[in-house]
């Protein structure tokens, strides 16, 4: 049984060939979880060693990088929604065993993400003090901060571009060669923070500058490992020699899912925007507990990403190959082991909440904010994987409305005017906040469950 366990850890790791659409649905789905789980695992690694990094600098540091960070979610909610394109269709033309197809796509994404992101860089760095300034920030906040928020805006384009190639390589079933990525990227981050934050020999410290620009460093090399693999044909995805001149009728293909996958997250990104701005209302160690209370949310919920991307992916793969009722039990599988996992971690936070939040910043007000913060997060935790599977389902099977229709709903309907009312009209105040974020989780679990349960998805044609 071990040497059956240590096997399968190794094909997951190495990126050993596999046909998810045959063979055991348990053993596919861990195939392709196993290095998405790390992939996101590193990804939260690296935010909870940027926050403690920054949190050394300073309360105004890190309120700087909760709000910048909160407007960058835009930018990944649109570089998210455009990953979701390739990821199905290359998916689907993965499991039609059409590879060429798949290469089209990719090179259109590409394409089309390149000119999206110049046209975000510019007005986004040229108004980023007005920017922090609107989500509530401090003048103390804007004048230690700009450099900051004003480097990450400019390397959108990385930002952007690493989230669609690795959605190309998750589309094939190539999540071993997703996990590298961001392990190269975010370990090189790992080691660049503190040399830029606080100076090493001839490398002056930038502050809290560094962080911005250690990310973009190396989120950079990463974007250009995963161009190499692309053009060095080591995936089954090959892009060289591919025509970049528009076409038409592929990139129609990719604007229909794009767009709404997109605008999917751009809603719980605003939504997150919102709550961030109520937050802002009650001083800079409201922010600061919220902001570490957040990271350490992320630094475990972004593995259950890795495992509801396994199952997006899994659907993909098995409609494209005519086998929904597969897709299905896949999903179902992984939205238990999601849940398991889920609340065995939430009692974790409810019992240390204090002592977690401790570890990052020395504020007594900010110390109680994130420690009241992480024990409501943990009340509802496994709502959010509840909900986060199904949801991840329905865009891989390019069904990218329906997900979006209920953020509208559960986000911008439900979660910010009860977070209004039970922050500042009861007085509840970070904690009013996040249970109002506990709610909308539940509503939107228990609504896509059972539009799941329907099956529509299994018909959806892209």
């Not at 850890?9 to 063979?23: N, Q």
Request: glycine share 12%.
């Amino acid at each position: 049984m071990q040497g059956k366990i240590w096997t399968t850890l190794r094909r997951a790791i190495t990126g050993e060939m596999h046909d998810y659409t045959r063979g055991s649905i348990r053993q596919g789905i861990v195939l392709l979880a196993i290095p998405m789980m790390l992939e996101m695992a590193m990804e939260s690694v690296f935010a909870l060693v940027d926050t403690f990094f920054v949190g050394r600098i300073g309360v105004y540091a890190l309120t700087t990088i909760g709000l910048t960070e909160v407007m960058m979610t835009l930018i990944y909610s649109v570089g998210i929604g455009l990953s979701l394109a390739p990821m199905a269709l290359i998916a689907r033309f993965v499991g039609e065993k059409n590879t060429a197809q798949a290469s089209r796509a990719a090179g259109q994404s590409i394409v089309l993400t390149l000119l999206l992101s110049a046209l975000i860089a510019v007005p986004a760095y040229l108004y980023a003090a007005d920017l922090l300034r609107l989500m509530g920030a401090s003048e103390e906040v804007v004048d230690a901060g700009i450099g900051y928020t004003r480097i990450m805006f400019a390397g959108n384009g990385i930002i952007m571009l690493l989230f669609l190639l690795n959605g190309i390589f998750r589309g094939a079933g190539e999540a071993a060669t997703a996990m590298r990525v961001l392990w190269i990227a975010n370990g090189i981050n790992i080691v660049l923070d503190p040399i830029f934050i606080f100076g090493l020999g001839p490398i002056p410290g930038f502050g809290v500058e560094g962080a911005a620009i250690a990310t973009t460093i190396g989120r950079g090399l990463g974007v250009a490992y995963q161009l190499y693999i692309l053009f060095s044909g080591r995936s089954i995805v090959r892009i060289a020699g591919t025509r970049w001149r528009i076409d038409a009728s592929m990139q129609l293909r990719i604007v229909r899912i794009a767009a709404n996958g997109a605008f999917q997250y751009l809603i719980g990104s605003a939504s997150w925007i919102f709550l961030a701005r109520v937050v802002a209302s009650f001083g800079d160690s409201a922010v600061a507990g919220y902001t570490v209370a957040i990271r350490l949310i992320l630094f475990t919920l972004l593995p259950a990403w890795g495992l509801s991307n396994a199952a997006a992916t899994f659907v993909g793969q098995n409609l494209g190959a005519q086998q929904p009722g597969r897709a299905e039990r896949g999903v179902w599988w992984t939205l238990g082991i999601t849940s398991v996992y889920l609340l065995v971690l939430s009692f974790g936070y409810y019992i240390w909440a204090g002592p977690l939040v401790q570890a990052f910043t020395e504020d007594p007000m900010a110390l109680g904010y994130g420690r009241d913060a992480l024990q409501v997060f943990a009340i509802g935790y496994v709502f959010f994987g509840l909900g986060l599977i199904p949801v991840q389902a329905f865009n891989g099977a390019g069904d990218t409305l329906t997900p979006t229709l209920l953020n509208f709903v559960c986000f911008w309907l439900l979660e910010i005017p009860l977070s209004y009312y039970l922050a500042v009209g009861l007085g509840l105040e970070v904690r009013g906040v996040i249970w109002a974020v506990v709610v909308a989780e539940l509503v939107l679990a228990i609504i896509a469950l059972v539009l799941f349960r329907r099956g529509h998805w299994k018909t959806k044609v892209i």
